[in-house]
């Protein structure tokens, strides 16, 4: 298969069952997802050459549902990035413009998908890692609640933050693969056995959405805002009812994502050491030395500072002074949310602040992460998120972002699926 945008670090080749929801469809996963004897790297040197011997279980669906995998794509190394350039396989390019950014860190993914080159996709959303690529690319991506679809077998970054999401075409390719994935599974304990059994009713007739004035504020594009405002109104005249309303909380979010995913990365990533997981280190030196040599020669530059960071934030002497104002700030987002929601049926606002930037563009590590703000609140808070084309600024795409309850998966993606037919 031709890849021209670098969308896939591995081909692969694996045909359904031939019957099924997904029969002759095209999968792409995202290389940080499980696949039994398919190598699997998490976009890292570090794991070059592993080959898991178990399906995750999400992937595990997805072959019984008939679907063909053709690869496992692209990604931010271990899901660490905005962009997909920080991967160790080389950047992943936009299709709808090969000098910029696909976004990330499923920006592998996304592209197979916008670029033609698979059907459906699975990637992951820790921070924004399948709505932001969505966005970019001008696909579908839903970030699921929290526990709705199994972890098992997604190799860790921020285990109270992540979840395995779909992408496709249009919202009911999403909705198609989420019925698949979205499956009880004993082996993760953070699934709350809720399976998603939905055709997605394109009618907001009666839904109050409400517009926080936080997601149109400082650093979102006039332009980018605009267009999002113009897709509300398009809801307002299909019968939604459109509030104005406020998250104050807003302010703290981004502080306390990046305390508590790097934090979580710390732990997650100690296990790279050249003993259990990844090459193995030079005998004759020292295991403190070996396992310096190992990290830092196989770690990418984010991750190592992601690592550090998390290392600082834990470290004795500041774990209150970071790591647990960050659990209090997640906790008042956590609230903000469930306060709004009590009044208004899902959030609307931009997926990211701007549209896609050329390559190179977002090298300064905190411009990377300022772009994170609008869609780091859902994960905070473990509530569904969803990103739908809704217009373009400078022939890029814009994407709308429809927050819901939890485990009101079906709402945003009805909304969603609202706005794409009334667009249509």
């Known amino acids: 298969m031709d890849d021209p945008f670098n969308a896939y670090i591995t081909q692969w080749s694996f045909s359904g069952a031939g019957t099924g929801p997904l029969a002759g469809r095209t999968v792409a996963v995202k290389d940080n997802i499980s696949t039994a004897g398919c190598a699997t790297s998490c976009g890292s040197r570090i794991l070059a050459g592993y080959v898991p011997p178990y399906d995750a279980h999400a992937v595990a669906l997805v072959k019984a549902a008939g679907a063909a995998i053709n690869g496992k794509t692209n990604m931010d190394e271990f899901g660490m990035g905005t962009t997909t350039e920080n991967s160790a396989y080389g950047p992943t390019l936009n299709p709808r413009d090969v000098s910029r950014v696909p976004g990330g860190s499923s920006g592998g993914s996304a592209a197979a998908v916008a670029g033609g080159l698979a059907d459906l996709a699975l990637g992951t959303d820790t921070g924004g890692s399948v709505r932001c690529p969505a966005a970019f690319c001008g696909i579908v991506g839903l970030k699921p609640t929290y526990g709705r679809v199994s972890r098992y077998g997604l190799i860790a970054y921020a285990n109270s933050l992540e979840t395995i999401g779909p992408m ?149 002497g500041y774990y209150g002074k970071y790591y647990g104002k960050a659990q209090t700030a997640r906790a008042n987002v956590g609230a903000d949310f469930a306060r709004l929601f009590a009044d208004v049926d899902v959030l609307a606002g931009p997926t990211m602040p701007v549209v896609a930037p050329r390559l190179g563009e977002l090298a300064d590590p905190l411009a990377m992460y300022l772009a994170d703000i609008l869609t780091v609140p859902a994960n905070l808070a473990g509530v569904p998120a969803i990103s739908v084309p809704c217009g373009t600024v400078d022939d890029l795409p814009v994407g709308l972002q429809l927050t819901g309850r939890p485990f009101e998966d079906e709402t945003v993606i009805d909304i969603a699926a609202a706005y794409e037919e009334a667009v249509a």
């Open 168 to 316: 496709g075409r249009t919202v009911r390719d999403v909705s198609d693969l989420l019925r698949v994935i979205a499956r009880p599974d004993s082996r993760d304990t953070t699934m709350q056995g809720r399976p998603y059994e939905h055709d997605p009713v394109a009618d907001p007739k009666g839904k109050r959405i409400g517009v926080p004035a936080e997601f149109f504020g400082a650093g979102v594009d006039p332009r980018v805002a605009e267009t999002v405002r113009k897709a509300v109104e398009t809801l307002a005249a299909c019968g939604a009812e459109v509030v104005s309303v406020s998250m104050p909380s807003m302010r703290y979010a981004l502080a306390a994502y990046y305390v508590t995913c790097t934090s979580e990365a710390s732990s997650n990533l100690a296990r790279y050491d050249g003993v259990r997981y990844g090459p193995g280190g030079e005998t004759a030196k020292s295991w403190h030395d070996a396992f310096t040599a190992v990290r830092s020669g196989n770690f990418g530059d984010e991750v190592r500072r992601r690592i550090l960071l998390g290392t600082f934030a834990l470290s004795a």
